[in-house]
């Protein structure tokens, strides 16, 4: 049972996967895309390749719990990767997941434009493993 999470941008998705087994998340890749369109494709591909049973998408929810715009738009989104993929797609809050990530990456020396360039997919994982740490699936 693979659980797929996403950190939705409109420029970028980070993609992290769990194991076969649903309990490990490790970061999978960056789509980067200048269309939807193209973060769709990739994502659908991605669940096929990973024989993925269920998607977990990050919230962006303000740091006091309300949900603003891009809350809307991460649910657009969350809807249509349900229907291109066919998989249940559910949402977590990720308030923290990007400060936990820059902070992974800081500690682990990652700096620079290779830090940019996993920053998205660790704030996926970190949301992977909130996930599949609260049992949600």
């Not at 006091?64 to 559910?90: K, L, Q, S």
Request: hydrophobic fraction near 40%.
């Amino acid at each position: 049972m693979r659980i797929l999470a996403l950190d939705y941008g409109e420029r970028r998705v980070g993609v992290a996967v769990s194991d076969p087994t649903g309990v490990f998340a490790q970061p999978l890749e960056i789509i980067e895309s200048k269309s939807r369109e193209g973060h769709l494709k990739r994502i659908r591909e991605l669940v096929q390749d990973y024989e993925v049973t269920r998607i977990v998408v990050g919230l962006p929810l303000h740091m006091d719990g309300r949900a603003g715009p891009e809350v809307e738009a991460v649910r657009h989104f969350g809807a249509m990767v349900a229907h291109r993929t066919d998989r249940p797609v559910d949402y977590l809050d990720e308030r923290w997941t990007t400060v936990e990530a820059e902070r992974a990456l800081r500690t682990a020396g990652v700096r620079g434009s290779r830090k940019r360039a996993h920053l998205d997919s660790m704030a996926a994982t970190l949301l992977l493993r909130t996930y599949l740490a609260r049992g949600v699936a």
